[in-house]
């Protein structure tokens, strides 16, 4: 897959969680989010999960989890 498809990909993504009611219900009932590998994060990515986090309810939990001894070189 190029990255050019990826970045589109988590751009659609991205918008199905603001714009789309069917994501938005299914959202609203999970109870806890884990987003795991945060030192990968960039770009879309960030924007993609900062806006699922942003649609979660006020009562999920989320966990983060990352290694400050690794990183994309």
Do not use: W
Not at 33 to 51: C, S, Y
């Amino acid at each position: 897959m190029k990255l050019d498809d990826y970045d589109a990909s988590m751009e659609n993504a991205s918008n199905l969680i603001l714009n789309n009611v069917s994501v938005q219900e299914f959202l609203s009932e999970l109870k806890h989010v884990v987003v795991d590998e945060a030192q990968d994060i960039t770009g879309v990515r960030t924007d993609t999960i900062l806006n699922l986090f942003y649609r979660l309810p006020s009562d999920c939990g989320i966990t983060v989890l990352g290694d400050s001894a690794q990183a994309i070189y």
